[in-house]
């Protein structure tokens, strides 16, 4: 079975400051681990993935994530935040053996404040 | 390229009323996933399907959700009776057999 953490539901930053939002997941298998944002009343967007190779994956809009096994983390960075980016971020974890379905995290609301 | 699309976007009903949601993927993606997303928490899923079959409902409340793809294309998500506890929005996603699925904008339903 899989799972994923988000540690903090909601997560406040001033507009130009570092972004960190933390994931930690639970997989009996090799896991890829992907960076969702869900802005109201739209559907989600995929920021970055991790499946194999690179452990510091590159996104959209300069985020980025690094995957790291011995702390079962993939928290996502950006190093300055803007007003637009307030949403709901959501982490989620798959693998070949669960058929590819995705397991999310329950999410962080970030809030980004002039 | 087309995205996912989904319709309704929203839907207010009555307890103990049905519903049906459509869902139409990426030309070409040969899975396609609901997902059931309640206020507060990350998607759920709720049944996938290769082309026309099932793949997993393992979490599908059979009892009143039912879901078809009889054409191994567009999909159909019924409610029915709809439960106070079922107001959520469900969102649609397709792939084409990788790993990234694509999400479509989703169905807010509230059940009065």
């Known amino acids: 079975a899989q799972s994923v953490t988000q540690l903090g539901s909601h997560v406040s930053v001033s507009e130009g400051a570092l972004v960190l939002l933390r994931c930690n997941y639970s997989?009996?298998?090799?896991?890829?681990l992907f960076w969702y944002v869900q802005y109201p009343n739209q559907g989600l967007q995929l920021l970055l993935k991790?499946?194999?190779?690179?452990?510091l994956v590159k996104g959209i809009n300069g985020f980025e994530a690094e995957f790291k096994k011995s702390e079962t983390s993939f928290h996502l960075t950006k190093p300055s935040a803007h007003m637009s980016e307030a949403a709901e971020y959501l982490c989620?974890?798959?693998?070949?053996?669960?058929?590819?379905?995705?397991?999310f995290g329950s999410g962080t609301q970030l809030t980004v404040l002039p | 390229e087309a995205g996912v699309a989904q319709s309704p976007r929203y839907k207010i009903i009555e307890k103990r009323q049905s519903v049906a949601f459509w869902c139409n993927p990426i030309?070409?993606?040969?899975?396609l996933y609901w997902y059931q997303q309640i206020l507060g928490q990350g998607p759920k899923l709720l049944i996938q399907?290769?082309?026309?079959?099932?793949?997993?409902d393992s979490q599908l409340p059979k009892d009143r959700f039912s879901a078809e793809r009889l054409k191994g294309v567009d999909s159909t998500l019924k409610i029915q009776p709809a439960k106070l506890e079922d107001s959520a929005v469900y969102l649609c996603?397709?792939?084409?057999?990788?790993?990234?699925?694509?999400f479509g904008p989703g169905t807010r339903l509230t059940v009065l």
């Open positions: 996603a397709s792939s084409l057999g990788s790993d990234t699925q694509y």
């Open positions: 997989s009996s298998v090799p896991p890829y």
């Open positions: 991790y499946t194999t190779g690179a452990t």
């Open positions: 989620a974890v798959t693998s070949d053996e669960s058929a590819r379905q995705l397991t």
């Open positions: 030309s070409g993606h040969a899975t």
């Open positions: 399907f290769q082309n026309n079959g099932v793949v997993d």
